[in-house]
């Protein structure tokens, strides 16, 4: 079967199970990208608000969080929060990979965002998404991890890199000053 889901009381043991063995369990919550069935639950969250499927093959789709929206970043919040409840990781992995930027480049919430944060551009404005979702996690005693993506506009503060595409994410990241993992 594809698409099922774990309860809050199966993920506690899979974490319990784990934990004996000595294994951290590192959840994986996508954003920016990758998260179109959650934009199909939550259209107002997209950039465009309209009527979103959830796909049903691999891929990269344009649908994306809107990142002028400020719901956005509370409902990320609110996701994270029960995220962290489930998983004691020190670690949080957002995924941050695959991004396309048309629709914050048609959106005009995400274009008014660039402009009153004096960002260079999509890329800057996918850099401050992420850094607010890091805020939110360094305030809760946790680290982000994100693929190597993350670093496209300038990486957040003591974010961890998971570079995917070969040795020049990491390497970029440790001229940055950060921890990196290569896959």
Same mark, same amino acid.
């Given at each position: ?46 950039? =465009?608000?309209?009527?979103? #499927? ?8 344009? /649908? %994306?969080?809107?990142? +002028?929206? $400020? ?62 979702? =890091?805020?939110?996690?360094? #305030? ?8 190597? /993506? %993350?670093?496209?506009? +300038?990486? $957040? ?27």
């Amino acid at each position: 079967l594809y698409g099922c889901y774990y309860t809050k009381k199966e993920i506690k043991e899979i974490v319990a199970y784990g934990l004996s063995k000595h294994v951290n369990i590192v959840p994986e919550i996508e954003m920016p990208g990758h998260c179109q069935s959650a934009l199909a639950a939550y259209p107002h969250l997209s950039c =465009n608000g309209g009527n979103i #499927k959830v796909e049903t093959e691999w891929g990269v789709f344009k /649908e %994306i969080y809107c990142a +002028g929206n $400020p719901d956005t970043y509370q409902f990320l919040e609110d996701v994270l929060t029960e995220v962290l409840e489930l998983f004691p990781s020190k670690y949080i992995h957002i995924g941050g990979d695959e991004v396309p930027k048309f629709r914050w480049e048609h959106c005009e919430k995400c274009q008014a965002k660039i402009s009153n944060q004096n960002l260079k551009n999509e890329e800057g404005l996918q850099s401050h998404f992420l850094s607010k979702i =890091n805020d939110f996690l360094k #305030k809760n005693d946790r680290v982000m991890i994100g693929w190597d /993506e %993350i670093a496209e506009g +300038g990486l $957040p503060l003591q974010s961890i890199v998971q570079s995917w595409r070969g040795f020049e994410g990491a390497e970029h990241a440790i001229k940055e000053g950060h921890a990196t993992i290569v896959s």
